[in-house]
């Protein structure tokens, strides 16, 4: 197992975290240094390294990723004020765990960033 993937462990109960919702495709928990109000990751239960290992066999679970993230708006009632989906890619794109991950962030006005 990559000593590295720390949301494996989370799947496999080694760790805690205060899991919000899980299926047979995804698992979503609070992020432990949130950057919002709501800070929220998405994960794939199975290992998808990066954003470069979707293809169009598994692409289900990113679809699986984003439906999922904005139920979750939904029901924690920020999808009318709004919200921010990211999905960081390798290294220029700040991605530190090694393992596909949408973050949910909202609850207050997070700012123009492009
Ligand atoms: P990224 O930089 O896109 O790979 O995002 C990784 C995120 O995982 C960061 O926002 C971290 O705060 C978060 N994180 C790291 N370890 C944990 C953990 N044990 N439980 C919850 N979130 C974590």
Known sequence: MNQ???FLKIL???IKADIIYQDKIVTAFKDIKPKAPVHILI???TLITSANDINEKNEN???HIFTTAIKIAKKIGIDQTGYRLI??????GGQEIPHLHLHLLGGEYLGDIL
Do not use: A, D, R, Y
């Open 87 to 92: 999905l960081n890619c390798n290294k220029n």
């Open 4 to 6: 590295k993937n720390i």
């Open 61 to 63: 679970i990113l679809t």
């Open 43 to 45: 994960i794939s239960n």
């Open 12 to 14: 496999k109960k080694e």
